[in-house]
């Protein structure tokens, strides 16, 4: 599904999704009809090569039969592939345990410090459409079912809004967050017409996002791509309840439609701090973003893709002193 440094990639490198179809078409009746058990049985196996034998239980529906089979049926975690995969999960659950009490003693450090919450140390989100599309059907398989299957897809969405909100909005609780990240894949200008837009994915996802507000929970959207042609919907949300960082749109028509919407993250291109600009004109642009994209407030100063791999560190510190001097209000 992924490949990162180590693994796949050379030790430097960032990250690369290796997308693929783990969820057939003919999949859609026991997804929509009983997602938990279609997940354990059926994804997973397919997904994670240490947990096929997860295949081999029986129905987990067959478990709320309590004492007239469960007996019958809790044997068949002792078979060794099953047995292999269980110790998989807790192994890898051992893990992901260490790495929460090291991200939540980095974010104690820092806010100690004086810095807020890191909003990619909290739960992640996906829209409905993107959930679908990333890691279950992938890109050649949900373009296909909005054609041949749209209702089962629709419904397949909405199952998804609920648990997110609910499970995440929980999450934030015990962690003690606010802010929830969402990534946005497929629904930018380049990726989906406007048609198809407006009813697989903006509804969906507006959703979701006045799930999580109505929660008490800050989404902190990640909006990839380039959304020029569809910032009016964005608008639609309630003001001040959201963050929104750009990627490729138009910084200044993202201030101009948003402005009153929602706080601005962004602004600075990774290929300028990578050499792809002189260190005036990356001084300039960043006094024409403070001025222009930070009247009034409301903008977070940040490169394009939350990342500085490959940048020139002497760009980065001239792109900082320029922040520091042209971002006061």
């Known amino acids: 599904m992924s490949k990162w440094p180590g693994y796949g990639l050379e030790d430097n490198q960032p990250f690369q999704f290796n997308e693929q179809e783990f969820m ?14 279609w997940t354990i049985r059926k994804y997973l196996p397919r997904a994670y090569s240490e947990l096929a034998g ?20 809790i044997g068949k975690l002792n078979i060794p592939p099953v047995a ?22 980095s974010i104690k450090l820092l806010a100690e410090n004086g810095f807020p919450p890191n909003p990619l140390g909290g739960p992640v989100a996906s829209a409905p459409f993107d959930f679908m599309a990333n ?3 992938g890109m050649r398989g949900i373009f296909l079912d909005m054609r041949r299957c749209p209702e089962k897809l629709l419904a397949a969405e909405e199952k998804l809004i609920k648990m997110q909100v609910d499970q995440l909005t929980a999450d934030c609780k015990t962690f003690k967050l606010n802010t929830v990240m969402i990534f946005l894949h497929r629904g930018s200008d380049g990726f989906i017409s406007i048609r198809d837009f407006e009813k697989f994915y903006w509804p969906q996802l507006k959703a979701l996002l006045l799930g999580f507000v109505a929660a008490g929970v800050v989404p902190f959207v990640f909006w990839e ?41 962004g602004g600075m291109k990774v290929s300028m701090l990578a050499g792809g600009a002189t260190a005036a004109e990356i001084r300039q642009h960043t006094r024409t973003l403070c001025e222009e994209v ?25 792109w900082i002193d320029a922040t520091k001097e042209f971002g006061q209000y």
């Open 24 to 37: 057939k078409a003919e999949d859609y009746d026991d997804f929509i009809n009983d997602l938990g058990d």
């Open 54 to 73: 997860l295949a081999m239980l029986p129905p987990l529906g067959l478990l709320s039969g309590g004492f007239y089979t469960v007996p019958g049926q």
């Open 84 to 105: 292999s995969a269980i110790a998989a999960l807790q192994k890898g659950a051992q893990v992901r345990y260490q790495w929460i009490m090291r991200m939540g003693a």
């Open 135 to 137: 890691t279950l059907r």
């Open 225 to 265: 791509g380039v959304w020029d042609k569809r910032l009016q919907y964005l608008a639609e949300l309630p003001k001040g309840k959201t963050v929104g960082m750009f990627q490729s749109s138009d910084m200044r028509k993202v201030k101009e439609v948003l402005g009153d919407t929602m706080c601005i993250v």
């Open 294 to 318: 930070g009247k009034g407030g409301g903008f977070i100063m940040s490169s394009d893709i939350l990342d500085l791999d490959g940048t020139d560190p002497e760009l980065v510190k001239v």
